[in-house]
């Protein structure tokens, strides 16, 4: 089992998650979450104010899937979520050794 973490732009969580759908991946964590990257802060006017914005608000999609999945998942994902620009975001997958059902006690592959 794999966790398969991704960082997005917000306005491409609908989209990206509805081609998650549509490749039969159904059980997504979403959060919104601020950070950056190479790109840093950016600079923005306000009411003819200038200020530094030092954190842009991203979107995390977390995905618990089996190993075999991985590869398609990914694709998905970049695909949909690529504009081709600074920021567009990451992807990175994480071994998972456990996990648990709580409701039935289920573990493993059949917990997912």
């Known amino acids: 089992m794999k966790l398969i973490t991704a960082v997005i732009k917000p306005h491409k969580v609908d989209e ?3 081609a998650l759908r549509s490749a039969g991946i159904q ?3 979403v959060t919104e979450v601020k950070g950056f ?5 950016h600079t923005e006017t306000y009411r003819g104010a200038e200020y530094t914005v030092d954190f842009t608000p991203k979107v995390k ?3 618990v899937i089996g190993a075999d999945d991985v590869p398609r998942a990914t694709d998905v994902i970049q695909s949909t979520a690529s504009e081709g620009k600074i920021g567009d975001g990451k992807i990175w997958v994480t071994p998972v050794d456990a996990i648990v059902r709580i409701r039935t006690g289920e ?3 059949d917990a997912i």
């Open 16 to 18: 990206v998650i509805e």
């Open 27 to 29: 059980a997504i964590t």
């Open 37 to 41: 990257g190479r790109q840093g802060g």
């Open 61 to 63: 999609l977390e995905i």
């Open 107 to 109: 573990q493993g592959k």
